[in-house]
């Protein structure tokens, strides 16, 4: 069994215990709701105890440093919410802390003092500064939402309404729940706080914005039902087992973590990269979807993460939408459409995939990673710029667009592979024995057959696309 991946080895084994947690946590809030008819205050304070009692568990005596930052945050919200510098300040001071977590490795409490050096003996069993990570996204998106509340929201909720089948059948849907703002009395420090610290998307979302969390706090979610949440559930199962199977057969990781790659041919290199690609799609779409039906089994729906296979993505475009979708939500939210949006797009994604590196680790295989995305992710960006643009006219013309589109879903393909492979696989001390091993007698027959595959790829993907659409 390959369980070289610390993340999804910790994840397996805590499963049991993660399992019975929440499970009490779950019967206790929903037994609290329906038995005293809780709203969005009163559910805070009950989210917050038993997160509370979470987080001392996962970070013992480091809880002070969560709640300490946050109550920063929240006076700084607060007080110059309203002012026109307020948004670089939030940025300023997140981004300060984003970083000075990982220098200082989460801080030591003897740093403050020799009297409270004691407190360094109880750090709990998991680090906080990792963690930290999603509430600082949090943070940004209360200071967000609430300076929206303030100045007023451009979202357009009838024009919404008219567009999404959700909205039109009753229910709301997440875009519809994030866009609207929430009355101001949300935005207390008892919801911000359980905002934060809500226990079933703590660990690792997935992320919502704080209007969707505090409205579902107020009146839970409705687009699941118990069934529709246990068919859910018998997935996720069958996905788990999946896993295992995959785990047990193939070691992907093993070969990866150990730097044995470096002994193999450029074929086993490249079925090694796709093997992680695979096993990290599968992994994350494990750990996410499980945390979203708690959350889910809870009231609070979060956006789905993962919801279309890697396999089936030949744009990074698409990729990066359908990948950590959440985050994805988060990051077109809050930065990318305040930095101006599709009308400054090409510097648009040097800056927020910058910041994802940054906010993933401080590691310049990370650093190398985003940018290498950044530069295969330009020219495709130019690229549909100029099909947009061009019409076509003729069954002989739309052929010949379909065969380009093909071969440069092939491209970005292998691109996404060799900047995947150096960020998570060989890191970029290993780009020039890459070059070199594709680039020579034994590697360019294997990299004309990845070309040739993945343009079938595309091809199927297309036909797949078509079927859909006809089905609409």
């Known amino acids: 069994m390959d369980v070289s991946d610390a993340q999804w080895r910790n994840f397996r084994g805590n499963l049991p215990i993660l399992t019975f ?53 929240y006076l700084l919200v607060k007080i110059f919410a309203r002012t026109k510098y307020f948004l670089p300040l939030l940025w300023i001071f997140n981004i300060f802390f984003l970083i000075c977590n990982r220098v200082y490795d989460g801080y030591s409490f003897s740093m403050f003092g020799a009297h409270w050096q004691y407190l360094d003996n109880f750090r709990g069993t998991f680090r906080w500064q990792i963690c930290f990570n999603f509430v600082i996204l949090r943070m940004v998106s209360f200071g967000y939402d609430y300076r929206w509340s303030i100045l007023g929201s451009h979202f357009n909720h009838e024009k919404h309404v008219e567009h999404c089948y959700i909205c039109k059948s009753g229910k709301a849907c997440y875009q519809f729940l994030q866009g609207k703002s929430v009355t101001s009395d949300k935005f207390s420090l008892s919801i911000y706080l359980c905002y934060l610290v809500y226990a079933p998307l703590y660990i690792a979302g997935p992320i919502i914005s704080f209007n969707a969390f505090a409205s579902q706090l107020e009146a839970p979610q409705r687009n699941y039902s118990v069934k529709d949440m246990a068919l859910y559930g018998i997935r996720w199962l069958y996905s788990l087992f999946l896993m295992e199977l995959m785990t047990h057969l ?58 279309k296979c890697i396999n089936n993505c030949y744009n990074l475009e698409s990729f990066w939408k359908n990948w950590h979708a959440s985050f994805n939500k988060w990051l077109v939210r809050y930065m990318y459409i305040p930095l101006g949006g599709s009308q400054r797009k090409l510097l648009n994604v040097w800056v927020v995939f910058t910041f994802v590196a940054l906010w993933h680790d401080l590691e310049w295989k990370l650093l190398s990673w985003a940018w290498l995305t950044c530069l295969f992710f330009v020219p495709e960006l130019i690229l549909k710029s100029a099909a947009n643009a061009f019409k076509i006219e003729s069954a002989l013309g739309e052929l010949f667009f379909r065969e380009v589109s093909a071969l440069a879903g092939s491209v970005t393909i292998t691109c996404l592979m060799v900047a995947n492979l150096v960020g998570f696989v060989i890191g970029p001390s290993g780009i020039n024995w890459l070059i070199s091993r594709f680039l020579g007698r034994e590697g360019l027959p294997v990299l004309l057959g990845l070309f040739v595959t993945f343009y079938v790829g595309t091809k199927l993907m297309f036909h797949i696309e078509d079927a859909k659409r006809r089905a609409h």
């Open 250 to 307: 193939l070691y992907y990781n093993a070969f990866a973590i150990s730097g044995i790659w470096r002994q193999l041919s450029p074929m086993d290199v490249f079925i090694i990269g796709y093997g992680v690609l695979n096993f990290m799609w599968l992994k994350f779409f494990l750990i996410w979807r499980y945390f979203r039906l708690w959350s889910l089994i809870c009231g609070v729906e979060a956006p789905e993460n993962m919801p």
């Open 21 to 73: 947690v929440f499970g009490i946590f779950a019967l206790t809030a929903n037994i609290m709701r329906a038995c005293f008819g809780l709203k969005a205050r009163g559910m805070s304070y009950i989210w917050l105890f038993l997160s509370s009692a979470y987080l001392v568990y996962l970070h013992g005596a480091c809880i002070i440093f969560v709640m300490a930052i946050a109550s920063l945050n």
